[in-house]
């Protein structure tokens, strides 16, 4: 690996720098020799995972994204578009690559033929909604991964917590931080309690019959009746 990271004391996949430049990163992003499964970086802070999903990570990832799904079932006239572990950047200043990544509404971006393999501001927009599944990393996303996406004006931020089995969720203010959300904003009406509760049903269930359970949930409760409206479109 052409720079020198140090090991966290949460995983020894999980290494980071807090001097770095966008130079080291993109060095690292594109090494042949760091095979890296997530990757991060904002204000000289670089995370690089190296370690490979388990099944607790993946169970939990999949559920989340059949959330997504879910109500998108129920919202068809709304464009909703899962890039769940895609690379985003910002080039010089801010890059990650999410768990949970959604669009909604309009002007999604597609990947064309000679493009880079990753969605790239300011030319495409930024995501609605990411989140992170906390299976190790619980303390880095509630603090600077949460900064990270705040500086990218993201919408709303959820970490799910596979050892508590919690579900944390921020909107964005106006002033550009994040506070806790009862309610998504971008699902429009999904009590995030019901989501928690579907987490919860991961101790005995399977992620599918979780994902089952919530939609029925779903179907019971009044539907918004909310129309494609302003995205989080590119300055």
Same mark, same amino acid.
């Given at each position: 690996m052409p720079l020198f990271l140090e090991t966290t004391s949460l995983s020894k996949s999980l290494m980071q720098r807090r001097d770095a430049t966008w130079q080291d990163y993109v060095a690292i992003r594109d090494s042949n020799e760091a095979e890296w499964r997530k990757i991060a970086f904002h204000e000289g802070w670089l995370l690089v995972d190296m370690g490979t999903e388990g099944p607790n990570h993946?169970?939990?990832?999949?559920?989340?994204?059949?959330?997504?799904?879910?109500?998108?079932?129920? @919202? &068809?006239d709304?464009?909703?578009?899962?890039?769940?572990?895609? /690379?985003?950047? @910002? &080039?010089?200043?801010?890059a990650c690559a999410p768990?949970?990544? /959604?669009y909604k509404g309009n002007n999604i971006p597609r990947w064309q033929p000679g493009q880079p393999r990753r969605i790239v501001a300011p030319g495409q927009r930024l995501p609605d909604l990411v989140g992170e599944i906390s299976d190790t990393t619980l303390s880095i996303d509630l603090d600077e991964q949460k900064q990270l996406y705040a500086s990218l004006d993201i919408p709303e931020y959820w970490v799910i917590d596979v050892k508590g089995l919690r579900l944390f969720a921020f909107g964005l203010t106006d002033?550009?931080?994040?506070?806790?959300?009862?309610?998504?904003?971008v699902l429009t009406g999904l009590p995030l309690s019901l989501v928690e509760q579907a987490l919860e049903r991961l101790e005995?269930?399977?992620?599918?019959a979780a994902a089952t359970w919530l939609?029925?949930?779903?179907q019971t409760q009044p539907q918004s009746q909310e129309k494609p409206g302003k995205e989080n479109t590119p300055e």
């Open positions: 993946a169970s939990f990832s999949d559920l989340i994204t059949a959330v997504c799904f879910a109500w998108a079932f129920l @919202n &068809p709304i464009p909703l578009q899962s890039y769940g572990r895609c /690379l985003i950047e @910002n &080039p010089e200043t801010q768990d949970l990544v /959604l002033m550009g931080v994040y506070e806790p959300i009862q309610i998504s904003h005995t269930d399977t992620n599918t939609m029925q949930q779903l």
